[in-house]
């Protein structure tokens, strides 16, 4: 080997002693980088993998045959979610659940501390939204509202800016600072709030597991008042146009006033649709705090008064003995008929704005979340619940069920009517009356919000933004349907529909032949009540709280009388030759044809 080489080696040796055992360790640590990110990616993998299909056990197996969650299979799977899979993203839908099924149970105490884990530690910012919205709610629930508000303090993500100022607009309604709720309702205006609100409705609703909803929800403002809807979000917006101003004509019916009684504070400062039932010779009413008066019907006397001291949405059903109440807090009162006594006292899944109805086996409710409930008429126990998917954005308010002696009738958000077994509320049909149609979450909205009309074997109803319609009771089939957009009801009579359209105009439709035999304008944009058939007349109350008479015939004004100032927004009742008309801020008179 030459002297050259020799060189070469050496300094090749020499280099080695140097670096050899460095490059060596670089290259083992390289390679224990490289499989043990392999190892911790797979990991991962593998973890989630087994989050999720945890998850799904939790979902899918945790249903009694009664369809309730068994809460102790539900703490069961939920413990291993946060002790295998802490922090993770599913351990936390598992706390939502816990969450959900500890409000369902009266454990409010133990949702809060659910959902307070997320809020403090949240996987994602939108799972920590969720989590302090509706820990506010549970909360509010707890009658602590003052700490709910803080929860909400701070900014939020644009997504979910318009459901915390709604909600922060309920807390201080819970709390009597009317004057900043509205504030905070307005904020920012209401047709821009609304479409924010439907993104952040959807983002809510895609985290919360299936089948699942928000069970204590406070709306006390009128969010979706139709002429509030009209009102553009920008200063280019087009001016709303006014309520008609009132027309004259020649009076040919005079209204005389039999008796009238003040019922509290009637409808509240709030949006609610607070209606008195006529139960025998009686005639029953609520204000929004909870006083419910019986009295008789045709000289006014009060039977019975009773203060509940709870926040009434949801009035009044009557029937087979009881009175029957809904509430903003989820719960549904029974008191006795004769003489005001609470018989039972029931929870649902949330606020219920329509009255209950009965048939003196099981008492029906339908919650704003568009569930409905079928509950034991002498108990108030829990018999059935039937689930279905409210759209994404609703109107304020759903229409009160109808129940026969076998079945029991609602009208959804969805435009739908689902006729349910009164015996386990298995569908016996449904029936799509609406289609939602138009590129917003607004123009998309179909709710059947007026009650449903039951004559003979023959269901009527109508749709906001569809149809009116008349259904077969015992198949759902359709008997004919019509074009039409309604949030208010309809009434029937001599073979003709008369339907309060959104726009203001009343109208009459032929039953026979589905044609418009009259149709009057001169009410456009004064937020009409449902009409109601009195004698030969069609009577109809408006925001100015005029109560209107058309003729039958050909809806020509016949006669006028204003009864409220606040606005009549309750359907006028009529039994015999009595009509009965309850205003917004709690008159209630009874009239009759002079």
């Not at 699942?212 to 087009?238: E, P, Q, Y």
């Amino acid at each position: 080997m030459s002297s050259t080489e020799d060189d070469q080696l050496a300094e090749f040796k020499d280099w080695w002693q140097r670096n050899g055992k460095p490059l060596v360790t670089g290259g083992l640590l390289a390679l224990v980088v490289v499989f043990g990110w392999q190892a911790f990616q797979k990991y991962q993998s593998n973890q989630s993998q087994g989050a999720s299909m945890l998850y799904q056990q939790l979902l899918e197996t945790t249903l009694t045959p009664t369809g309730k969650p068994d809460p102790a299979q539900v703490a069961d799977l939920a413990g291993k979610l946060k002790n295998e899979f802490g922090g993770s993203t599913y351990a936390q839908y598992g706390s939502l659940f816990v969450a959900k099924v500890a409000v369902d149970t009266g454990k409010l105490d133990d949702a809060a501390s659910e959902l307070k884990a997320i809020a403090d530690k949240p996987s994602n910012p939108t799972l920590g939204e969720i989590a302090r919205q509706r820990l506010a709610q549970v909360l509010a629930a707890q009658n602590k509202a003052d700490e709910a508000l803080k929860l909400l303090d701070g900014d939020a993500d644009k997504a979910f800016v318009a459901t915390r100022e709604e909600l922060k607009g309920d807390l201080l309604v819970q709390l009597g600072r009317t004057d900043e709720a509205n504030a905070a309702y307005q904020k920012p205006r209401l047709r821009c709030l609304m479409k924010q609100r439907s993104v952040a409705y959807k983002s809510s609703w895609t985290t919360w597991p299936k089948g699942m909803r928000d069970v204590i929800r406070w709306k006390h403002a009128a969010l979706l008042a139709l002429a509030v809807l009209a009102a553009g979000c920008s200063s280019n917006s087009k001016k709303e146009l006014p309520p008609a101003e009132l027309t004259s004509f020649k009076e040919e019916v005079v209204l005389q006033k039999q008796w009238s009684r003040s019922i509290g504070d009637g409808q509240g400062d709030t949006y609610n649709m607070l209606v008195p039932a006529i139960d025998g010779d009686n005639i029953v009413a609520a204000d929004v705090n909870g006083v419910v008066i019986s009295m008789d019907r045709m000289n006014g006397d009060v039977k019975w008064k009773k203060d509940l001291e709870l926040p009434v949405s949801g009035a009044v059903g009557v029937g087979y003995g009881m009175v029957m109440i809904g509430t903003l807090k989820g719960e549904v009162v029974a008191l006795d008929s004769s003489n005001g006594e609470e018989k039972w006292r029931a929870r649902v899944t949330s606020e219920v704005l329509a009255p209950p109805a009965t048939n003196g086996d099981i008492v029906v409710v339908q919650t704003q979340d568009d569930r409905v409930i079928g509950l034991d008429a002498n108990t108030g126990e829990q018999r059935w619940l039937y689930d279905s998917t409210p759209a994404v954005l609703t109107l304020r308010g759903t229409s009160g069920p109808v129940v026969t002696n076998n079945l029991a009738l609602a009208g959804l958000s969805t435009g739908k009517v689902v006729a349910l077994d009164t015996q386990n509320g298995v569908p016996a049909w449904e029936s799509r009356v609406a289609i939602p149609q138009g590129r917003s979450e607004l123009d998309r909205v179909v709710d059947i919000d007026g009650g449903l009309l039951l004559s003979g074997e023959t269901l009527y109803v109508a749709t906001y933004q569809g149809r009116v319609a008349a259904l077969d009771l015992q198949s759902g089939r359709v008997l004919w349907q019509r074009d039409a957009s309604s949030y208010a009801g309809v009434a029937q009579g001599f073979g003709s529909v008369y339907v309060s359209l959104a726009s203001g105009t009343v109208e009459s439709v032929d039953e026979r032949s589905t044609t418009a035999l009259w149709s009057n304008d001169s009410l456009a944009r004064r937020q009409l009540s449902a009409p109601e058939v009195f004698s030969s007349y069609v009577a109809v109350g408006d925001l100015e709280g005029y109560l209107h008479l058309l003729s039958q015939v050909d809806g020509r004004f016949v006669g006028r009388e204003r009864i409220d100032s606040d606005g009549l927004r309750a359907r006028p009742l009529v039994v015999g030759n009595m009509l009965y008309v309850f205003g917004n801020s709690g008159k209630l008179e009874a009239l009759t044809i002079k």
